[in-house]
């Protein structure tokens, strides 16, 4: 599969700020990257779909304003939490499906957000 | 609409024990099943990915096995080690789409 970087692994913010949080395919173009975000002991619950060049496509019930994504080249997708509140508190992941020989989902490391 | 089911939820084991986890699936129109390795904190480890026309894919000690017209998987590790503590996720796609995830076995092998 490809390799997917994620970063940063760890960030603390204060409530009403924004944070950004990167997602690189540094081996493979994604035109397609996907972001999840789990809960303590819950399973990954998708979020949204960025597409490269254009709008992401989010799950039902997340809001698009506060979970902005941009998707602006095929190895860079973002995700920015504006506005973050404490129950914004949560793992986030991101990944990148990728064809050919080793082809399969490839996950990034993960981003732990806390906001307090 | 997909769900995916994995029993056990948790699964506490001897060292040296050959053990299996459970994944289900309601709907059997998929295109691959893939296993994940997911460490406390950290992201998700590819362990094995089954395309719907295979049966079993083999890596190390592990084997997993898929069922697609009864929608089941399962994940059978060998002689398990302390070092195979982690939760374990089975998740389905339908091609290029997003994956479906199991909400996990979490697997403790005491030395």
């Known amino acids: 599969g490809a390799v997917v970087s994620q970063h940063p692994s760890r960030v603390i913010c204060k409530s009403g700020t924004s944070v950004k949080i990167e997602c690189r395919s540094l081996?493979?173009?994604?035109?397609?990257m996907f972001w999840y975000r789990q809960f303590p002991k819950k399973s990954l619950m998708l979020m949204a779909t960025?597409?490269?060049?254009?709008?992401?496509?989010?799950e039902q019930g997340v809001e698009k304003d506060k979970f902005l994504i941009n998707h602006a080249s095929l190895t860079l997708s973002t995700l920015t939490v504006t506005s973050a509140h404490p129950e914004d508190s949560s793992f986030y992941i991101c990944?990148?499906?990728?064809?050919?020989?080793?082809?399969?989902?490839?996950f990034g490391s993960g981003t732990r957000l806390t906001v307090v | 609409k997909q769900e995916v089911t994995q029993i056990p939820a948790a699964l506490s084991v001897p060292e040296g024990e050959n053990l299996v986890l459970n994944c289900s699936f309601t709907?059997?129109?998929?295109?691959?099943l893939q296993w994940f390795r997911q460490d406390p904190g950290k992201g998700l480890t590819s362990l094995l990915l089954?395309?719907?026309?295979?049966r079993e894919q083999t890596s190390g000690r592990l084997n997993a096995s898929l069922d697609k017209s009864s929608g089941r998987s399962t994940l059978y590790i060998a002689a398990s080690q302390p070092g195979d503590s982690a939760t374990y996720l089975c998740?389905?796609?339908?091609?290029?789409?997003?994956?479906?995830f199991g909400k996990g076995t979490r697997l403790s092998v005491i030395a």
């Open positions: 089954i395309q719907s026309s295979q």
């Open positions: 998740a389905v796609s339908a091609g290029n789409t997003p994956l479906v």
């Open positions: 081996d493979f173009q994604a035109t397609t």
């Open positions: 960025s597409n490269e060049g254009s709008k992401a496509t989010y």
């Open positions: 990944s990148v499906y990728t064809t050919g020989a080793n082809y399969g989902y490839t």
């Open positions: 709907d059997s129109a998929i295109y691959n």
